[in-house]
């Protein structure tokens, strides 16, 4: 069971097409083939939010959004905040109790819940279709929890964007809060001198969570006991630092987090000392095939690292979607992944001046493997630093909030076949009119699209991509400030909509 399925348990629990007496129609009871599965909106969504910096200097801001969606219920409301101030099953926030403060631990782990403003949600929307924005600055900001049900759950969506000043870690970091789930995979994290590279962990349930922290280097497993059985409060949240796992001083590293019992919602936050610092996202789910879209036009370093979790070596081609087509980069056609060892590529200035998604495809037998990429703009004390991870496909619908009028950048990709996509731009959180524009992009290519802008836009705005016809399609959004801080985040599916089994009553099932 992949995690895009066990990330839907808690938005899908109470479909009202789904009663306790429903049994599913089969070609034996009614003598006619089963219909197909109905698309319905989701009812319920959660969403973790990791604690964004320890520096004083960090400005984080929260952008919340839901699309309208058609059949969707009614009523309903969202909320965000602090993790341990509401129970993990009830949005109201009325009844948790607050954990207040931060507590750092001499093995290394930070513990962070509460907040300056107990009980008070970071942001509250008013209703779907417009973007609710809250602000927070300093380093005391806590993780939080969230969730929404009614007209606000299906494609709700939350971006966490930190711009830091100053220190390690400097400029621009943004991650899409994600559900809990129970399996993770973090290829290109680092326990190199000049990296600090924590794994954020929490708990959004009201029962322990028990997790274990697994490293993977270049001549693979990393002996890491203090990773092994790690206990996540119910409410609470912990930063683990990699280094304190493991003597072990590696470059490149594959993290992989797995829960025995409970949930969590994990994310890597990776600072360099020299080249700036964002959050690591989970990779898609090991693949024969993988594609990590979005690459900035004016990326100076690109590197590659991949992983296998089996038992089998993997061989895959190498090739960079770019504005003109599927192209194999000189000296890189193929990387070769052993079994339980992290490998990397450096591809250097692959894009050289056009965006490009990066394609990797068996050369030989079909292996999964995970993977990601280590994007560096800049040059000199001037470079910055983001991380794109393989990721799934668009599928129904995705959205990317927290949008800007000139500092976003939104890249589509089409590595399989030629496929056309609508992009529609809310109205902005302080105003403006939704507009929405169609587009084709030709089957081996990516291209950074002129996007939507809301028609008088004030504050920020989000983006829905709605794939319309052809090959399956992927979608990143990168955003700047400055000369050269940027993050990137990638586009799967945003789980507004879950397939429900066609049902009729059948009260016979009680005489059985």
Request: aromatic fraction near 4%.
């Amino acid at each position: 069971m992949n995690r895009t399925t066990l990330s839907l348990f808690a938005g899908t629990a109470a479909l009202a097409a789904v009663t306790a007496f429903a049994a599913v129609d089969s070609p034996s009871a009614s003598g006619a083939a089963p219909a197909a599965a109905a698309r319905l909106p989701v009812e319920r969504t959660s969403l973790v939010c990791p604690a964004p910096s320890t520096s004083d200097l960090a400005e984080t801001t929260y952008t919340s959004f839901t699309p309208v969606t058609k059949g969707a219920a009614s009523g309903g409301r969202a909320r965000l905040q602090a993790a341990g101030e509401q129970p993990a099953d009830d949005g109201s926030g009325d009844d948790g109790k607050q954990k207040d403060g931060k507590e750092k631990e001499k093995d290394g782990k930070e513990k962070k819940s509460g907040g300056k403003q107990a009980g008070q949600p970071v942001l509250t929307p008013k209703a779907p279709g417009t973007p609710a924005t809250g602000d927070t600055s300093g380093g005391d900001t806590p993780a939080l929890v969230g969730t929404a049900d009614g007209s606000f759950a299906p494609g709700w969506t939350v971006q966490e964007t930190t711009e830091v000043a100053a220190g390690t870690g400097r400029g621009l970091l943004g991650v899409t809060c994600a559900g809990a789930d129970t399996d993770f995979w973090f290829p290109g994290a680092s326990t190199a001198a000049g990296r600090t590279d924590y794994v954020h962990l929490t708990n959004p349930d009201d029962s322990a969570a028990v997790v274990d922290i697994e490293l993977y280097g270049k001549d693979g497993a990393i002996k890491a006991p203090l990773g092994e059985n790690l206990t996540v409060d119910p409410g609470a949240s912990e930063a683990i630092l990699l280094p304190t796992l493991t003597e072990d001083r590696q470059t490149d590293l594959t993290v992989h987090v797995s829960v025995r019992g409970g949930r969590v919602g994990a994310a890597v936050r990776a600072l360099d000392d020299k080249a700036g610092g964002d959050w690591l996202a989970p990779a898609a789910d090991p693949a024969d095939g993988l594609v990590l879209p979005g690459i900035p036009k004016d990326a100076t370093d690109v590197r590659l690292t991949a992983f296998v979790p089996g038992d089998d070596d993997a061989d895959l081609k190498i090739r960079l979607a770019s504005p003109d087509g599927l192209i194999t980069p000189a000296g890189n056609e193929t990387i070769h992944v052993k079994s339980g060892m992290t490998t990397t590529v450096d591809l250097g200035d692959v894009t050289r001046g056009e965006p490009g998604s990066l394609v990797l495809t068996p050369a030989d037998q079909a292996v999964p493997v995970v993977a990601a990429l280590q994007v560096v703009r800049g040059k000199g004390d001037k470079r910055e630093t983001a991380f794109i991870p393989a990721t799934a496909p668009v599928g129904t619908r995705a959205t990317s909030a927290g949008n800007s009028a000139k500092g976003t950048t939104l890249a589509l990709s089409a590595p399989e076949g030629t496929a056309t996509v609508k992009v529609t731009a809310s109205a902005g959180s302080e105003g403006g009119t939704p507009a929405t524009k169609t587009y084709t992009i030709k089957s081996g290519t990516t291209q950074n699209v002129d996007a939507p802008v809301p028609t008088g836009l004030k504050g920020t705005y989000a983006l829905t991509v709605e794939p319309v016809s052809g090959g399956p399609l992927y979608a990143a959004r990168t955003l700047t400030s400055g000369d050269t801080a940027f993050t990137v985040q990638t586009l799967p599916t945003d789980h507004g909509l879950v397939s429900v089994p066609q049902t009729r009553e059948d009260l016979s099932i009680l005489q059985k």
